[in-house]
């Protein structure tokens, strides 16, 4: 699975911005031995809070795609993320619009790695957290990262999403 395209370039990303961990350590993607579809799998997974997982989530904004990477500990309030983007309507993306964007299917989308930048939100709930988690370009794949480096890597906003 490290093989795998999507894991390759989500390393890339990692890697060409100098993404690091809370001890200083190059951020590196691992492979479980299974697949983490929920925060909660994922936490269990890595004996870590739920709230250190960073979900990335794709949404529909008004046609252009919108990453929210939200703790694992609560949901995105999207009416609220709606209004503070002055957006008319947000909704979940479809799989094909995930993938289109991204390249990588739900349940493995990391914050980077995709074919073309999307703009993207970073829950301010993450910060409290000396390390996150986040996807890794496949369900089985993640990494350790901190809340300032995933702003920072992602080129994202933080915001209060839930």
Request: with cysteine; aromatic share 4%.
């Amino acid at each position: 699975m490290r093989e795998h395209p999507n894991v390759i370039a989500v390393q890339d990303a990692l890697d060409s911005a100098g993404a690091h961990t809370a001890d200083d350590a190059p951020s590196q993607v691992i492979v479980l031995d299974a697949a983490v579809h929920t925060a909660a799998a994922a936490a269990e997974a890595l004996c870590i809070e739920v709230g250190q997982i960073a979900n990335s989530l794709i949404f529909d904004a008004d046609g252009e795609p919108l990453l929210v990477l939200t703790s694992g500990a609560h949901r995105v309030d999207t009416a609220k993320v709606a209004a503070a983007l002055g957006v008319a309507k947000l909704k979940r993306a479809t799989p094909e619009f995930v993938r289109e964007h991204t390249g990588q299917a739900i349940g493995g989308v990391a914050p980077l790695g995709h074919p073309k930048p999307v703009r993207t939100l970073v829950d301010t709930a993450l910060e409290q957290y000396r390390d996150i988690w986040a996807a890794g370009g496949v369900p089985q794949a993640v990494f350790p990262i901190t809340y300032a480096e995933l702003v920072r890597v992602t080129a994202g906003t933080p915001a209060d999403v839930a």
